[in-house]
């Protein structure tokens, strides 16, 4: 049994629920942008009781990740503690290969990324796959595209989706320039 906590980091595009346990982050849970953020909103560090080591590692990667994406590459993942994300399937494959082969600034089609994960022909799973993703941002679903260019779907919404992949490529354009 797992002693869940919470809490909640401010960031640019809303308020991000963390739940997670000694073990591992569970999920992250999303808002709904109804609008793009206007102006740089920094994100803001989690207040409250002590949090246990993983959701502290989760907090720190996702303040740099909006703040100074550079420093992403020098942190820890948090480990991760999902039942989806514990035992073998095809969408824990395609996440893994989602959160290793897709860096930060580019993008992946479905059918690509099906590939990837040793099923070619598995566009619609691995577009299930991306809905069924527990810790969006970090396992990042939003890099996936369709083949056409188009968007696609976003658990957090369009704009949000839209927002993610700018603040990337801006990020991306001033660490390779």
């Known amino acids: 049994q797992c002693k869940v906590v919470h809490t909640v980091?401010?960031?640019?595009?809303?308020?991000?629920?963390?739940?997670?346990?000694?073990?591992?982050?569970?999920?992250?849970k999303l808002p709904k942008m109804?609008?793009?953020?206007?102006?740089?909103?920094?994100?803001?560090e989690a207040?409250?009781?002590?949090?246990?080591?993983?959701?502290?590692?989760?907090?720190?990667?996702?303040?740099?990740y909006f703040c100074?994406?550079?420093?992403?590459r020098?942190?820890?993942?948090?480990?991760f503690h999902h039942p989806l994300l514990l035992r073998?399937?095809?969408t824990r494959e395609v996440l893994?290969?989602?959160?290793?082969?897709?860096?930060?600034?580019?993008?992946?089609s479905y059918q690509r990324l099906a590939a990837l994960a040793g099923s070619g022909k598995a566009a619609r799973a691995v577009g299930s796959a991306m809905r069924s993703n527990p810790i969006p941002i970090i396992i990042p679903c939003h890099r996936v595209i369709r083949s056409s260019g188009d968007l696609g779907q976003y658990g957090g919404g369009a704009l949000?989706?839209?927002?993610?992949?700018?603040?990337?490529?801006?990020?991306?354009?001033?660490l390779d320039g």
């Open 34 to 44: 109804t609008e793009l953020p206007s102006g740089a909103a920094e994100a803001e």
């Open 160 to 174: 949000m989706k839209q927002w993610l992949l700018s603040h990337e490529k801006l990020h991306k354009e001033k």
């Open 88 to 90: 073998a399937s095809f």
């Open 68 to 72: 100074e994406p550079a420093r992403t």
């Open 47 to 64: 207040r409250g009781a002590a949090l246990p080591a993983p959701l502290e590692q989760c907090v720190a990667w996702l303040r740099a």
């Open 9 to 28: 980091l401010p960031s640019p595009v809303g308020n991000l629920e963390i739940f997670g346990c000694e073990k591992g982050v569970h999920e992250i």
């Open 96 to 108: 893994w290969r989602l959160l290793g082969a897709v860096p930060f600034g580019e993008a992946v």
């Open 74 to 79: 020098a942190l820890p993942l948090p480990a």
